[in-house]
């Protein structure tokens, strides 16, 4: 996967390491599983079997900022076309 590639080598190392969401019981043991896969993998990382993404492209987020006096900010932002990096901001009550 092109994205994998592109992370640094130590956050390819942590893919490695870390069992992701799992209990872990110290942080020590994880620290311990990404000296072993950095010595394991010292130049070239391989992409782990588990390890997956997704790309998100939005066509509107909504934004909410509580505030003490309950006028609560609330924001839509709507992608103005699909192909576009422009966005319409709009207001909506809380």
Known sequence: MAYF????????????????????????????????FSERYPEEVPLPD???????????????????SRLHDRARYSRINNSSNEWEITRLYP
């Open 5 to 36: 590639r592109s992370r640094p080598w130590e956050s390819r190392i942590g893919a490695w390491a870390s069992a992701q969401s799992t209990v872990l019981d110290s942080p020590a043991t994880l620290q311990e599983k990404w000296r072993e």
């Open 50 to 68: 588990n390890w997956g993404g997704f790309a998100l492209t939005p066509s509107t987020i909504e934004l909410w900022q509580g505030r003490y």
